[in-house]
């Protein structure tokens, strides 16, 4: 069955080279959140396989969305991804330790993204 | 999708394709993020950096760190990264921190516009394409000698030198628009400066420089009195002259202001760097009228000092006063003549303050404090276009129109052009993000407008172009394309919470106002009609009019309060009567007793405390034009105002109602003079 995705990110141009990466390099189908709000009615709404999301967003930010996300029983057990410029090791264990499944870097290489997210959730490309 | 990838064969040609078109539409947001960098750096230089401010723009240089690299900006990531760890954490920033953030801020900007690394993207950025036009500075001058090192040293900043016998020639050879300056080279014969007039008339949009082997005072105020904007002594060197025609074509703007004392002994310069702590400042010192125009590398300086006195010291503040690049700078004058006299007259010559030169260095320090305190204030007005624009600044530049448009005597129009929802744009995004947009606004109209005569800042919000050799129609037509398209692509600066749109009026000489003011006036109007109609909109006062000539209505309303104005309205109407809103003194004139009265009404609802032009003053105008022949006046006055009642009358007002208005009353006095006047005659 095809996998699902949805990409929660604020900034139009990321959301965009996200989807794209992803439609390209996958046969994933790709659904975008542009709030955290909107992302948790869109994850209990379309119980995507996996979730990418930024960390910081205005309102409610990745940390606030993933504990939204994790306290919902619909959308309690999807596998989220962080997707963060920070840097610092110990801002990426931070993540971790809230119940992320992995953390991925940005900037990203929109050639790489597709394989990385793979990578972290054990899937295959198609 | 299945297309682009059949059509390119594989992903990574696929992406390619793709990316380069996201990274053209988001060019201006990553533009903007480098903006704000820009400004929370200037902030600082100013002393007004506040936390939330320093927050938005780490979260802003943190986003585009994120961004960058994803685009195939890699340098921009690091740049932003750098960025956001010099605005993390509370402590104060230092001035090397300072300088740091604005360099990173233009790095930032130049790796935007120059496209990603490692892939040729040509064209993909517009600012890229409108860089590649030539750019000439035209010399006047019989020694090629001085043409071949001026060529050569201007030519990294992208400029040429254009060197000519006659204006004539010039004019024949070099389109307007490609001419961003004028060098005259007098040589040893000081009557060659009649040639500035000519190159005046024939290029009425750049400065002109004089340059001469003669090192005399009086030529150089022979050479203001003739339009120059400064004067050089030979040997001419580039620096200077980019300094002098810099301006927003060569020059960057700098965000730590300067203070340059003339003729303040090196000690006191010392003891002035030292002691104003205030804010940030650079002083230079410079011994000669001629090094204060030549050490103004980095735009115009907050503080000009000046020590002496006499007649010579007057001259010189009337040559900067009457320099539009001195516009912003606050002049200063050290006397040793404290004398009423003599402090009125350097006032009157356009000194700003002045001080006894026996002042103590603690004094002194102080009351420099206090100008730059005061330019700190104006500097937050500091527009990008030109990095030196305050509301000061565009009076200045309408005086600079209105010379031109003496001087000229060809079409000249001016358009007044306002971001719509300014105000939203603060409330959602901050005033950061707002002062990003209006940046980028005046880059981008910069750029459409390059043959602008004048393209400077319009009040708070809004922007001015005076364009030469244009009538209203023509300017109207440009600005309209300029709108849709930025409205299309490059200046609909969307953010995730606000999209700038644009509002403009345009008025041209001679047709809506005979001389400068009323110039300015029109296109005040035409712009307040077309931010009415909904924004997004350009106007001619002409075009306005033209539609506004098709009606005549039973009253019109005029009074700026719009709770009181509905309320008229909807009562009038439900009589049958039909009405028209006016909210300010101006449009009230134009539109009822203006040239062309394009509107009739058979009974006129006046306020008496309009903005813009009072009810008297409307009032006189209906007199005159003889509106009052065929129309009936009924002002709204306050109750406190009963002398201000007699006087409405005495003009020739029928009737007056006291605020606040009884709608019923005031329906019942306005139907019967409705009635009773002759149905209006079409013009």
Redesign the interface.
């Known amino acids: 069955m095809t996998k699902t995705l949805l990409i929660v990110d604020d900034e139009d141009d990321i959301r965009e080279v996200a989807e794209m990466s992803i439609e390209l390099g996958t046969s994933w189908a790709v659904v975008t959140a542009s709030s955290g709000a909107t992302g948790v009615a869109r994850a209990a709404e379309t119980k995507p396989d996996a979730i990418l999301l930024d960390v910081m967003m205005p309102g409610m930010d990745g940390p606030a969305t993933l504990a939204a996300l994790k306290g919902n029983d619909a959308t309690q057990a999807i596998p989220i991804i962080f997707l963060t410029a920070k840097v610092r090791a110990s801002d990426r264990e931070t993540l971790v330790a809230l119940g992320a499944t992995a953390v991925l870097s940005k900037p990203f290489d929109p050639l790489e993204l597709p394989q990385q997210i793979a990578d972290a959730l054990g899937w295959g490309l198609s | 999708?299945g297309v682009?990838?059949s059509s390119a064969g594989n992903?990574?040609e696929?992406?390619n394709d793709?990316?380069a078109a996201?990274r053209e539409?988001?060019l201006p947001?990553f533009l903007l993020r480098a903006d704000a960098i820009a400004s929370a750096a200037s902030a600082v230089a100013d002393g007004v950096l506040d936390d939330e401010v320093r927050r938005s723009a780490e979260?802003e240089a943190?986003?585009l760190?994120?961004?960058?690299?994803?685009?195939g900006f890699?340098n921009v990531?690091e740049l932003a990264?750098e960025a956001e760890h010099l605005f993390e954490g509370d402590g104060p920033i230092s001035s090397e921190v300072v300088l740091r953030l604005t360099e990173i801020a233009a790095q930032i900007r130049t790796a935007l516009e120059e496209g990603p690394q490692g892939e040729d993207a040509p064209g993909s950025s517009p600012q890229a394409v409108a860089r590649a036009v030539e750019k000439y500075v035209l010399l006047f001058s019989a020694d090629a000698e001085l043409a071949a090192r001026l060529g050569a040293e201007l030519s990294p900043l992208g400029v040429s030198i254009s060197l000519h016998d006659s204006v004539d020639a010039a004019k024949e050879l070099r389109q307007d628009n490609a001419v961003i300056g004028a060098i005259v080279d007098l040589g040893s014969d000081s009557t060659r400066l009649a040639v500035v007039r000519s190159v005046n008339v024939a290029f009425p949009q750049v400065a002109t420089v004089v340059c001469g082997e003669s090192d005399d005072w009086a030529v150089r105020l022979e050479a203001a009195g003739v339009g120059a904007a400064g004067y050089l002594s030979h040997p001419v060197s580039c620096g200077d002259v980019v300094d002098l025609l810099g301006g927003p074509a060569m020059q960057e703007p700098c965000g730590i202001p300067t203070l340059i004392a003339l003729g303040l002994s090196a000690a006191k310069c010392e003891a002035l760097q030292a002691t104003v702590t205030e804010s940030v400042v650079r002083v230079v010192a410079v011994d000669d009228a001629e090094a204060l125009w030549g050490a103004r590398a980095s735009g115009a300086p907050a503080v000009i000092l000046v020590v002496g006195d006499g007649a010579r010291v007057e001259a010189m503040c009337r040559v900067v006063r009457g320099d539009f690049k001195f516009a912003t700078s606050r002049l200063l004058v050290l006397s040793s003549v404290i004398q009423p006299g003599a402090i009125t007259s350097l006032l009157g010559a356009g000194a700003d303050d002045v001080l006894p030169e026996s002042i103590s260095d603690a004094d002194l320090a102080a009351r420099v404090t206090v100008w730059l305190r005061r330019d700190r204030g104006a500097r937050q007005e500091i527009d990008a276009l030109t990095g030196v624009a305050t509301q000061r600044r565009s009076i200045s530049i309408l005086e600079r129109g209105a010379w031109i448009a003496a001087k000229s005597e060809t079409a000249l129009s001016i358009v007044l052009v306002e971001i719509d929802l300014h105000d939203d744009i603060v409330t959602k995004s901050g005033r950061l993000m707002a002062d990003a947009v209006l940046a980028h606004c005046g880059r981008d109209l910069e750029l459409e407008f390059h043959d602008a005569a004048v393209i400077g800042r319009w009040q708070d919000r809004g922007f001015v172009v005076v364009l030469s050799n244009t009538d209203a129609s023509a300017a109207t037509r440009r600005v309209t394309g300029f709108l849709q398209r930025s409205a299309a692509n490059r200046l609909g600066v969307s953010t995730?919470?606000a999209r700038a749109m644009f509002s403009a009026g345009v008025a041209s000489f001679p047709d809506d106002g005979r001389d400068w003011r009323t110039l300015t006036d029109a296109a005040v109007v035409a712009l307040r009609d077309a931010r009415r109609n909904g924004g997004g909109r350009v106007r001619s006062l002409q075009q306005r009019r033209d539609e506004a000539a098709m009606s005549r209505v039973d009253v019109a309303i005029v009074d700026d309060d719009s709770v009181l104005t509905g309320a008229i309205e909807d009562a009038l109407s439900a009589c049958g009567h039909s009405t028209r809103v006016i909210d300010n003194g101006l449009s009230a004139t134009a539109a009822l007793a203006g040239i062309a009265a394009p509107l009739s009404a058979r009974v006129i609802l006046l306020d008496l405390g309009l903005p813009g032009q009072d009810g008297f003053a409307v009032l006189s105008a209906l007199k005159q034009s003889g509106v009052l022949a065929r129309s009936c006046v009924v002002v709204l006055t306050g109750q406190a105002q009963q002398n201000s009642v007699v006087q409405a009358l005495q003009l020739g007002a029928c009737d007056y109602v006291v605020k606040p208005v009884d709608i019923q009353d005031l329906v019942e006095r306005v139907r019967p003079l409705v009635e009773q006047l002759p149905a209006v005659v079409a013009e």
């Not at chain 2, 760190?65 to 685009?71: D, E, L, N, V």
């Open positions: 999708m682009v990838l992903p990574a696929a992406l793709r990316m996201i539409r988001s947001a979260r943190h986003k760190a994120g961004a960058g690299g994803s685009f890699q990531t990264r995730a919470s």
